[in-house]
């Protein structure tokens, strides 16, 4: 079963509102990652966590904020983003971070701030 | 030079066409290669791995060309389904952690 879920599939919100976005594994990978994705474009890697452990954060504005509660959950909290935050966000899982790993991505979650 | 190219096309070909895409990578460090489809408003699914020796999935052939830093993707026998955006995965680095590069895609469209 190669499968990570993702909810919600839409979410609209507004600049002063928190919200989170989850993703979830039943795959037994240990690396997990948050990409973003605007149209016409390719996946931009966001972070990056191996074994639970934030591993990688590429500069991302401090009002994303991720956070990996078990091996198998992974969210993103959303606070006080602009409107150019809108855009596809992406989960995927791998065995972990090293060469031979696949990455298996989630359906997104679409989100537009108004 | 970006680290990973692809022709944006879009490659317009008919049914039962052959095709194929190539993509260039700089880093010679670069490890392990993958081809994702993404479909309009979709996730990329993984399509196949590329291996030195390369490898054949049916109507498509994926090859990797470790000198001159390129790989390609053959899609024989072309279908109105095979249309999507094709995406280029190359990994690399040292260390525990391999960096994932994506290619910019490439867009194909299969026409009746």
């Known amino acids: 079963d190669t499968e990570v879920t993702q909810t919600p599939k839409h979410l609209v919100m507004g600049m002063t509102n928190k919200k989170s976005l989850k993703c979830e594994q039943h795959?037994?990978?240990?690396?997990m990652y948050w990409y973003k994705q605007k149209a016409k474009k390719p996946p931009e890697l966001m972070f990056v966590y191996s074994y639970e452990k934030l591993s990688i954060n590429e500069s991302v504005p401090s009002r994303f904020s991720p956070e990996c509660p078990n091996s198998s959950l992974l969210n993103l909290h959303l606070h006080a983003l602009q409107p150019e935050d809108s855009a596809l966000y992406l989960c995927?899982?791998?065995?972990?971070?090293?060469?031979?790993?696949?990455?298996?991505f989630g359906p997104g979650t679409r989100l537009t701030v108004t | 030079r970006k680290e990973v190219e692809q022709d944006p096309g879009p490659f317009n070909v008919p049914e039962g066409a052959t095709v194929a895409f190539n993509c260039t990578y700089s880093n010679s460090a670069s490890q392990s290669f993958f081809w994702y489809r993404q479909d309009c408003r979709k996730e990329p699914k993984l399509l196949m791995s590329?291996?030195?020796s390369g490898n054949e999935d049916g109507r498509f052939t994926a090859q990797l060309n470790r000198a001159s830093q390129y790989i390609s993707l053959l899609i024989r026998d072309s279908k109105l389904s095979d249309s999507a955006t094709y995406l280029c995965?190359?990994?690399?680095?040292?260390?525990?952690?391999?960096?994932?590069?994506f290619g910019t895609g490439t867009k194909l469209q299969v026409i009746p």
């Open positions: 795959m037994g990978h240990r690396a």
């Open positions: 995965v190359v990994k690399g680095g040292s260390g525990g952690y391999q960096k994932v590069t």
């Open positions: 995927a899982s791998s065995q972990d971070t090293g060469p031979a790993g696949e990455q298996y």
């Open positions: 590329v291996y030195s």
